[in-house]
Nanobody
Framework: QVQLAESGGGSVQNGTSLRLSCAAS????????LAWFRQAPGQEREGVAT????????TYADSVKGRFTVSHDSAKNTLFLEMNNLKPDDSAMYIC???????????????????WGQGAQVTVSS
């Protein structure tokens, strides 16, 4: 059973940066798509960024392009999300997810991710 644990959330000011981590444990041999989602109160969970582990290819939601960067340390089985120029609209619970084969973009259905973390809260104040 794959387990995911996020860390690095917090409360920050508008325009600052934050780095989230997602440590994975367990059998990762079937996992090829890693992702960050976010969910604000009363809103749908949305895909923010994805990373295809085989090639390192990444995709981003339009709302974060140019500000967020997803990366992966395969030796440590850790996924990162570097968030720059944060805005109040970025406030949400950020959740990492892992899944097997299939396309790996922010349009991939949530149901296609087999494993989810508990989330890390990010709050951006103006």
């Amino acid at each position: 059973q794959v387990q995911l644990a996020e860390s690095g959330g917090g409360s920050v000011q508008n325009g600052t940066s934050l780095r989230l981590s997602c440590a994975a444990s367990g059998p990762m041999y079937s996992i090829v798509c890693l992702a960050w989602f976010r969910q604000a109160p009363g809103q749908e969970r949305e895909g923010v960024a994805t990373l295809y582990t085989s090639s390192g290819a990444t995709t981003y939601a339009d709302s974060v392009k140019g500000r967020f960067t997803v990366s992966h340390d395969s030796a440590k089985n850790t996924l990162f999300l570097e968030m720059n120029n944060l805005k109040p609209d970025d406030s949400a619970m950020y959740i990492c997810a892992a899944g097997g084969g299939g396309y790996c973009t922010t349009q991939r259905p949530k149901s296609a991710f087999a494993y989810w973390g508990q989330g890390a809260q990010v709050t951006v104040s103006s």
